[in-house]
């Protein structure tokens, strides 16, 4: 028989093979019986069964189970879809407003509302003039949250901007926040960010007037 050395085997000198004995012939028999006994078998459900018969009370393989159906599945429909790019975010308080009415700043409504309770007590006088409740907490809000003095410089530094396609919503955006940079504006207005190419240098010139308005107003 051959030797195990330390790397493969050693043949004898007799320079004979070595044959295989009946008894080991016996043994690789059984062994050859016991892989031919192995069954494949197929579910009503489609799944592939594989068993091994035991040999010697001990099994050779263990038994496990292949879903042919869910593998099919993954094989032909399993391919991963890319997940869409969302849309940029639109502004939509213009579309849920009445078309007779106008989106302004709040320095621009603090200065009308303003004119209108220096005029309460002619207006008064008319019946078919009545004020809602809500004016006075109005007024105080665009007095509070107003950034400029003077809202038709405002509307002068921004006007640029707007010939781009800017509306008086994204606009008003703009005008009520004290940004200083471009992409402020696109992290706060998303709707512009499909026109940065063409947005981004009438921006930034509208952004430096009006950090000079800001400045006048805080003075």
Known sequence: MAEKGGKGFILPKTGKSALKSPASKGKDDSSLKSKRGRKVQFDSEGSLDINS???????????????????????????SQKPKAPEP???RAEQEISE???????????????????????????????LPVSFDR?????????????????????EPVK????????????????????????ALVPSLKNKKNKL?????NALAELAKLRRAAAA
């Open 53 to 79: 018969t035991k040999s010697n009370g001990k099994a050779d393989i263990p038994s496990f189970k292949v879903d042919a159906g869910k593998a099919g599945k993954a094989g032909a429909g399993g391919k």
């Open 89 to 91: 975010l639109e502004l």
């Open 100 to 130: 007779d009415t106008t989106c302004v700043m709040d320095c621009e409504a603090a200065e009308i509302m303003q004119g209108i309770q220096e005029k309460m007590v002619v207006l008064s006088e008319d019946p078919s003039i009545k």
């Open 138 to 158: 109005g007024l105080a809000y665009a007095q509070r949250n107003k950034l400029y003095d003077n809202p038709q410089a405002v509307r002068q530094a921004l």
């Open 163 to 186: 010939q781009h396609g800017v509306t008086d919503g994204e606009i008003c955006m703009i005008g009520n926040f004290p940004m200083e940079s471009v992409d402020e504006v696109f």
């Open 200 to 204: 981004r240098v009438p921006l930034e």
